[in-house]
């Protein structure tokens, strides 16, 4: 069974994801992500409460990330479930400055500040006639109440920080934590001995009882 990692980021930063994504083709997992997963006409939420089935969630924490409601719902479902700690893979931009207690104050401001403007603005209404606008108040209450534990949990962690870019060693990092790197010896064994014209089924049988990996993931057609 492949692991299941879904990618959560912010569109401005579509290009750091773009080289997440093709860092991680060729080994067996499936990488979630909207631009390749979410159907034409389907339910954006119900597809982004889809993280909560991942194996992990690679997160691209950036200033635009903190300040999104569609990330942030995010970041709310998946730390729904008690181990989150264990399949969060943060990704976090140096200009978000969370690692300091006024740059965590920084965005319970911001999402203060969302609520109550929504708030003031809604007053006018009866949630009977604007249900929609009132279940974003509500989103944005929970944001209000959760971001602060969320973001002092992240800078806690021993992280990955970049500002424009992410670094060959930073994926390496990842797919270590992911148990990943032996697929990449795996793949280079593999090429390795096709050229020398061995007998690629008792690599196979090999890998297959040392527990590297199962036959059907070596037999896929990611390694051939």
């Not at 060729?26 to 390749?36: F, N, Q, Y």
């Not at 006409?41 to 909560?52: G, P």
């Not at 934590?177 to 008792?202: A, G, H, R, S």
Request: negative net charge; glycine residues 2%.
């Amino acid at each position: 069974m492949y692991k299941k990692i879904f990618l959560s980021y912010n569109w401005n930063n579509k290009n750091i994801a773009d080289s997440i994504d093709s860092a991680f083709a060729g080994l067996p997992i499936t990488i979630v992500r909207d631009e390749r997963n979410l159907k034409y006409k389907q339910s954006i939420k119900e597809f982004m409460k889809k993280i909560r089935d991942s194996d992990y969630a690679i997160m691209l924490i950036s200033d635009d990330y903190l300040k999104s409601s569609n990330c942030m719902f995010e970041v709310l479902e998946f730390i729904k479930d008690e181990n989150y700690r264990n399949r969060i893979i943060p990704i976090i931009f140096g200009s978000t400055n969370i690692f300091s207690p006024e740059g965590r104050i920084y965005y319970l401001n911001y999402w203060a500040n969302k609520y109550e403007e929504l708030n003031k603005q809604l007053e006018k209404f009866s949630p009977e006639t604007c249900v929609l606008l009132f279940t974003d108040l509500k989103h944005y209450g929970h944001i209000k109440n959760e971001i602060a534990e969320f973001i002092t949990v992240l800078s806690d962690m021993n992280n990955i920080v970049i500002e424009s870019e992410i670094s060959e060693k930073d994926i390496v990092k990842i797919k270590k934590y992911m148990e990943l790197l032996k697929f990449e010896i795996l793949k280079v064994v593999l090429v390795i001995e096709k050229e020398k014209n061995q007998d690629i089924n008792e690599l196979y049988s090999l890998f297959n009882e040392l527990e590297i990996c199962s036959y059907e993931t070596l037999n896929s057609s990611n390694y051939h």
